[in-house]
């Protein structure tokens, strides 16, 4: 993905993913945010329109243009235009996911078929589509599950990416979560904090969340919670640079215990405080806080 293009000026955000995946969404909120808009683009011609925005409002002007697979036989070409830099901007990939049982049941509501179902069944068209997606999908530079998102979620989401005028900053979200939940399949990282003893079990502590400074000092109390936090954060604080050097402006770090109430919670407030030491733009996010 061409970061570095040396002509790149405005932004090119090009948005693709599942049928279902809520891509018409996150085209309102980017032409809320200032955005050129363009939806249903065949990728042969992502070139042309970048030139004609650039001719006519100027290559300050952002652009978003949404790809799906309705573009048929053109969608192969989309892969190379992004890897070659033929728009000369810098770019950005989105790429949105879902389950497919959450997939099936959005389209079933909609009561629309999947552009690529044919004869057969809705899920053995999200089947074909995914495998035509999935060298974008891993190619990606924001990933976005929106298997929990309702739209306000989603569009906050898409407003945290880019409606800020620093867009060229990482960005960090760390998550906790519950294992018995699921993982966050948009994560760039996960870590298990199941080998710290749960406060679940003392009496006292079991109401109260790892935001509760008598739950966060005894999760960070037990053997191995300092060392794990001395090893494990300057890790993805190298990472973190890394990820700036090559043009990656979202990492997703997702901290998991059983329920996602009291060791993720508190690990994950102390990784993000010495994150955001380490000068990092670090948001916390608790999915399944409260979830019980």
Not at 113 to 135: F, I, S, Y
Request: glycine share 10%.
């Amino acid at each position: 993905m061409p970061k570095d293009h040396p002509s790149a000026t405005g932004e090119l955000v090009v948005v693709t993913g599942m049928t279902g995946a809520g891509r018409s969404t996150v085209a309102k909120e980017l032409e809320d945010l200032g955005y050129y808009v363009v939806d249903n683009l065949p990728p042969s011609l992502l070139p042309d329109v970048v030139k004609l925005v650039d001719d006519g409002l100027g290559r300050s002007q952002r652009i978003a243009v949404v790809v799906d697979v309705r573009s048929g036989s053109f969608f192969h070409t989309l892969h190379a235009n992004l890897a070659q830099g033929a728009t000369g901007r810098q770019t950005t990939l989105v790429f949105l996911d879902a389950t497919d049982e959450v997939l099936v049941r959005r389209q079933e509501a909609a009561r629309r078929p999947h552009p690529l179902q044919g004869t057969g069944r809705l899920l053995d068209g999200l089947q074909r589509e995914r495998t035509v997606l999935a060298d974008l999908r891993s190619d990606a530079d924001l990933l976005i599950d929106t298997t929990a998102l309702n739209v306000h979620q989603l569009t906050d989401r898409i407003g945290e990416a880019f409606g800020s005028a620093e867009t060229m900053r990482l960005s960090v979200n760390v998550i906790s979560f519950g294992f018995k939940y699921g993982i966050p399949i948009d994560a760039d990282f996960v870590a298990d904090m199941r080998f710290l003893p749960n406060p679940f079990w003392v009496p006292e502590l079991r109401a109260g969340t790892g935001q509760d400074v008598a739950v966060a000092d005894y999760v960070r109390a037990q053997d191995g919670a300092d060392e794990f936090l001395d090893g494990y954060v300057p890790v993805l604080a190298r990472v973190a640079a890394g990820y700036l050097r090559e043009g990656k402006r979202f990492m997703r770090v997702a901290i998991g215990c059983t329920g996602g109430k009291h060791r993720s919670v508190a690990m994950s407030e102390e990784i993000a405080r010495r994150l955001v030491a380490d000068g990092l733009d670090v948001r916390v996010t608790h999915r399944d806080l409260g979830r019980e």
